[in-house]
């Protein structure tokens, strides 16, 4: 019996080392990144992206910033809370203005919502439009 189990542990530990054993191999998940600017009033500029299947939207930012020379941003590392996402485009929140990017994603129904995570988690589905949007608290 503890052959068997020892055994069943071992083949189960190799199958993570093998290449793309851990890993969901399918088409990349289409999503529109919207940045739009509140208080200044100019127009939203909509970018388009993919995150890998089950990926976090942190992946797909850092993609689009990697293939498009339009869109940049940046995000601070909480040691409790995660990746936080700091600017866009040279847009930095501010403590004094109390400014800040709000995430917010519009679902493919045409819904809304506030996400209850952050760039570091949430995953976003096929054909979301991720709002990066820039205001006041």
């Given at each position: 019996?503890m052959?068997?189990?020892?055994?069943?542990?071992?083949?189960?530990?190799?199958?993570l080392?093998?290449?793309?054993a851990?890993?969901?191999?399918?088409?990349?998940?289409?999503?529109?990144?919207?940045?739009?600017?509140?208080?200044?009033?100019?127009?939203?500029v909509?970018f388009?992206t993919?995150?890998?299947?089950?990926?976090?939207?942190?992946?797909?930012?850092?993609?689009l910033?990697?293939?498009?020379?339009?869109?940049?941003?940046?995000?601070?590392?909480?040691?409790?809370?995660?990746?936080?996402?700091?600017?866009?485009n040279?847009?930095?929140?501010?403590?004094?203005?109390?400014t800040?990017?709000?995430?917010?994603?519009k679902?493919?129904?045409?819904?809304?919502?506030?996400?209850d995570?952050?760039?570091?988690?949430y995953?976003?589905?096929?054909?979301e439009?991720?709002?990066?949007?820039?205001?006041?608290?």
């Amino acid at each position: 019996m503890m052959m068997t189990t020892m055994a069943a542990l071992l083949s189960a530990a190799l199958l993570l080392l093998l290449p793309g054993a851990r890993t969901q191999t399918s088409e990349p998940v289409p999503i529109d990144v919207l940045v739009e600017n509140s208080l200044l009033g100019t127009a939203p500029v909509t970018f388009s992206t993919h995150v890998v299947y089950r990926g976090i939207l942190l992946g797909a930012l850092k993609r689009l910033m990697d293939s498009n020379a339009n869109f940049k941003f940046t995000y601070t590392e909480d040691p409790n809370y995660g990746p936080y996402l700091e600017s866009v485009n040279g847009v930095a929140g501010n403590d004094e203005d109390h400014t800040y990017w709000e995430l917010l994603v519009k679902t493919s129904d045409g819904k809304i919502i506030r996400p209850d995570v952050g760039i570091g988690c949430y995953i976003p589905s096929a054909n979301e439009q991720i709002i990066l949007k820039f205001t006041k608290w």
